[in-house]
């Protein structure tokens, strides 16, 4: 063990903690263990110099990861593949003729009225496995007693589910995410590049909240200070409550294919980038009086939408760069959240199972972790997107 006498070095940090010093620069090199991958010869005891150090205590990192993507998952089936969606149009009024009755003219019920019906068909899946090797025999001589070796077994166990977790999180968002840019591309015009979605703009389903703001407030905030301005947050939630109300009432103006559509509170999934969700909560709600009133609907956070770049900062959080399903491309960054009936998007016909196999000749055996599951957006249902541009 290689043991350091600091008494220089603590004694100098008492007077720095008791206000006896200035702060100095402290050389921590000798008092901080960051750990080596391996043994080596210095780890020998400090008397004979020849007996090995032993190990004293083992920590296996085994922590669960619950993930962050939003509750999508649906359900599965044991036979067939295909998902269909059947819906029906509103049908058209006609006349009543009760109150207009004309002698001799013939009023017959004999008439048949088709209902227009129309059927989706969702029909695509992707599957994955994560393979993982175990042995017993081999490692024993690593570890003091078998509840050292049952806990290296299930730190391994525990990293394959965190994978499994990490992966399946960002094929939802991936849903997710989709879905978000085929409205962005379906409801806002065409900047003056063809094919190229003017993001300073806003839709009916595409809400540019900035715009919005800056148009009814007569400002001029930029997307960089949007997040700490507690008068636009306050704008936002206002307005996302709104839409989250009109999305009740049936129209035809929230989802991209023009559907008659309309989707309860409790249908709907409010999803918010985390930094919007958090802004909101320290700068508004932490110093109002009637909470409730600048509360948001139940919703679920996300970090990011596709990741945190290497600087977590907004541009990379709330950022979308996607080929779409329908072959658009959409990139651009500053959205903050979006709500969608639970019906427009989800991953279904789950299927995870684990096969094993053990080789007798090797003395191992192997785990493969088997995950399948279909993943769906549904045009014709309600979606909306809030963000900044």
């Keep these: 063990m290689n043991v350091t006498k600091l008494h220089d070095l603590v004694n100098t940090t008492t007077s720095e903690i008791l206000g006896e ?19 080596d010869s210095n780890n020998v005891d400090n008397y004979v110099k020849k007996l090995v150090n032993h190990i004293g205590k ?23 593949s295909i998902l269909q969606k059947v819906s029906s149009d509103l049908p058209n009024a006609v006349e009543n003729e009760s109150f207009d009755l004309t002698d001799g003219h013939d009023y017959s019920p004999d008439v048949f009225y088709k209902p227009s ?5 969702f029909n695509s899946k992707i599957t994955f496995e994560i393979s993982q090797s175990f042995t017993e025999r081999q490692v024993k001589e690593s570890f003091s007693d078998a509840t050292q070796l049952n806990g290296f077994i299930s730190m391994l166990l ?7 977790t990490v992966k399946v999180d960002s094929l939802i968002m991936r849903t997710v995410n989709n879905m978000t840019a085929e409205t962005l591309f379906n409801d806002l015009p065409e900047s003056g590049t063809a094919g190229v979605p003017d993001y300073t703009e806003t839709g009916s389903k595409a809400i540019n909240l900035l715009k919005m703001y800056n148009t009814e407030r007569g400002e001029s905030l930029t997307k960089a200070d949007c997040l700490s301005s507690v008068e636009f947050i306050k704008f936002a939630v206002y307005k996302m409550g709104i839409y989250s109300d009109r999305l009740s009432k049936i129209s035809t103006l929230f989802n991209v294919e023009g559907k008659e559509r309309f989707t ?16 909101n909560e320290t700068f508004v709600l932490s110093g109002a009086q009637n909470k409730e009133l600048l509360t948001l609907p139940t919703y679920e956070s996300v970090p990011y939408w ?34 969608f009936d639970r019906n427009a998007l989800g991953v279904t016909n789950l299927d995870r199972r ?5 080789n007798p ?13 279909g993943y769906f957006n549904d045009l014709s249902e309600n979606f909306l997107v809030f963000f900044v541009g």
Aim: hydrophobic share 40%; net charge negative.
């Design 21 to 39: 010093e200035v702060v100095l620069n402290e050389d921590l090199s000798n008092v901080v263990d960051i750990g080596k991958a391996i043994i």
């Design 58 to 80: 083992v920590v296996f990192v085994d922590r669960k990861y619950d993930g962050s993507a939003p509750s999508v998952m649906m359900d599965s089936w044991e036979f067939g």
């Design 117 to 121: 019906v129309s059927a989706k068909f």
């Design 158 to 164: 525990t990293s394959v589910e965190n994978s499994m």
């Design 264 to 279: 309860p509170k409790a249908s709907q999934n409010l999803v918010l980038l985390a930094d919007f969700a958090k802004a």
């Design 306 to 339: 596709q990741g945190s770049g290497t600087d977590y900062a907004f541009g990379s959080i709330s950022k979308l760069d996607v080929k779409t399903s329908s072959g658009d491309t959409v990139s651009t960054d500053g959205i903050l959240g979006v709500i």
């Design 354 to 358: 684990v096969t094993t196999n053990y």
């Design 361 to 373: 000749k090797a003395e191992f055996y192997t785990n493969f972790n088997k995950f399948d599951a």
